[in-house]
């Protein structure tokens, strides 16, 4: 058993940059049930970008726009439109982290740095990842403010909390990858390299194929388990895959999908159905071989059937989850919505409905 290399305390926060900061936190807060926590922008004396936090569960997400004409960020919108620009990472030091990662092959892009305000030291490191994606390493148990310097706790005229309804999504499950073809190989050997992940679980063209599409995928995960990163590249097939439709539209790798865990994935994907969120559909032919694929489970098998939520099984258990539409007009990032009863996989029994259930949607789009 090796040492950890790189301890990895947790997944942060996960930070997007959109077109409208504003709009996207009404979203993801009246939507997928996010409280949003604090704000930043001219008011709390930045002048460069508004930002907003948002939480749920032990989620944080972090939605940024600029607010100068001439930020180079904004060139982000042109090639991606609205995504996930970094995964941040809470460690113990910012410093050792940010030097094991460049001395291990990764980009800086900004070195250790230390933002004072009066809650605190809070201190930060960012190297690059797959395509414009970026990882923090982020430090603030020296800091007691909302979040960050430049961040104030939201004005509670903006956002009453009378409103706030949680849908019940508690952590960060994994964050999916699009790498282009040929490339998954050198970003699981960055991955293991860099941030001393290793290899879960490997997914190839058999296991992940329609009569249309291929994929192939490896799973990487941190030394504690706890950090899960499948990366995905297309493989070749008769039509266009939907990691290919990706890559077309996202204008390169980037975030595929982010997966929550609920712990009643059936009040959490009825109360999200409620708020007008789409998800992706199989047929009603996946229900009746259901029983006989997966055997007994707690969940009423109809209420499953009624909301689309799909189930698979491994040795050590089993899973429910279902899958968001896209949430861009792009055909780029999406959800996933997940709830384990023991199983520590990622549902490939589902694959197959799943990507035929993806393929009506680029059939409907042109793109298939
Ligand atoms: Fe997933």
Redesign the pocket.
Known sequence: MSADTLPLRRIDHVRFFVGNARQSAYFYRNAFGFDVVAYEGLETGVKHEAGYVLRQGHITFVLTSSLRANDPDNMRLIFHGDGVKDIAFEVEDVKYSFDYAVSHGAIGVTPPTKLNDDFGTYEYATIRAYGDTTHSFINRDHYQGVFAPGFKPIDPERYSRSTFRPVGLKAI??I?ANVEEGKMEEWVRWYEHVLGFRQLVHFDDKDISTEYTALMSKVMQNGTGRIKF?INEPAKSKRRSQIDEYLQFYGGPGVQ?I?LATGNIIETVRAMRANDVSFLRVPQTYYEMLPQRVGPINEDLRELAELGILVDRDDEGYLL?I?TKPVEDRPTLFF?V?ERHGSRS??KGNFKALFEAIEREQALRGTL
């Open positions: 499950d994994h999916v499948p999908h997966a989850q899958f996933e997940i990622f549902g």
